[in-house]
């Protein structure tokens, strides 16, 4: 081979390595960089300010089953320049000297229920019929929520605090999609 042909074999090959380095970039055009702004998540809870009130704070009771409130035998109520300075020692309110009142009858707790319309391994027969539920008037959900493929998931009407309004609902049920469901009691807890 003659040293002119080498030559432009090599002057061949340096221009294309340059164009296939740098034309993708000249071609490219701007660059937009799609910067994400994040929310800074504080590391541990934010502190009260140093000057809140005791009356700030509220005193929870629990009621039993009976309906009457227990009295609260001691409540800690601290704030940061008082729990320093008081380690060991515990503040009573003044419901904890009170004596307990009788509930009125008006705030014992009622069970409520729900009809059990049927359980499901199938999610898109839970999603169907809960739609068609909610199309013909009924308030339908499932547990869960979002229906699993494989796993039981129950279908439910409801729920309601009176029983004998879903036993209505039940009738109008087995009228409206000839399904009768069970009347059981409500768990908030399931949801």
């Known amino acids: 081979m003659s040293d002119q042909l080498k030559n432009r074999i090599v002057g061949t090959l340096v221009l294309t390595a340059l164009a296939v380095i740098f034309l993708p970039n000249l071609l490219d055009g701007e660059k937009r960089r799609l910067e994400e702004n994040f929310a800074t998540i504080p590391l541990g809870p934010v502190a ?3 000057g809140v009130p005791e009356q700030a704070f509220e005193e929870i009771t629990l009621q039993s089953g009976g309906g009457q409130s227990e009295p609260a035998s001691e409540s800690v ?3 940061p320049k008082a729990e320093t300075a008081k380690k060991a020692e515990p503040v009573q309110t003044a419901s904890a000297k009170s004596e307990p009142k009788p509930a009125a009858k008006s705030s014992k707790l009622k069970s409520s229920w729900t009809l059990q319309v049927g359980s499901f ?6 999603a ?3 739609n068609e539920l909610r199309e ?3 308030r339908a959900y499932s547990v869960p929520s979002r229906p699993v493929e494989g796993k039981i ?9 009176s029983r004998s309004k879903l036993e209505k609902e039940q009738l109008r049920l087995a009228k409206a999609t000839d399904l009768k469901g069970a009347l059981v009691p409500y768990k908030a807890t399931d949801i």
């Open 77 to 79: 109520v601290s704030t």
């Open 136 to 138: 013909k008037g009924f």
């Open 128 to 130: 169907k019929l809960v």
């Open 121 to 126: 391994r199938n999610a898109k027969n839970v």
């Open 48 to 50: 009260l300010p140093q």
């Open 153 to 161: 998931n129950r279908v439910f009407v409801g729920p309601d605090v």
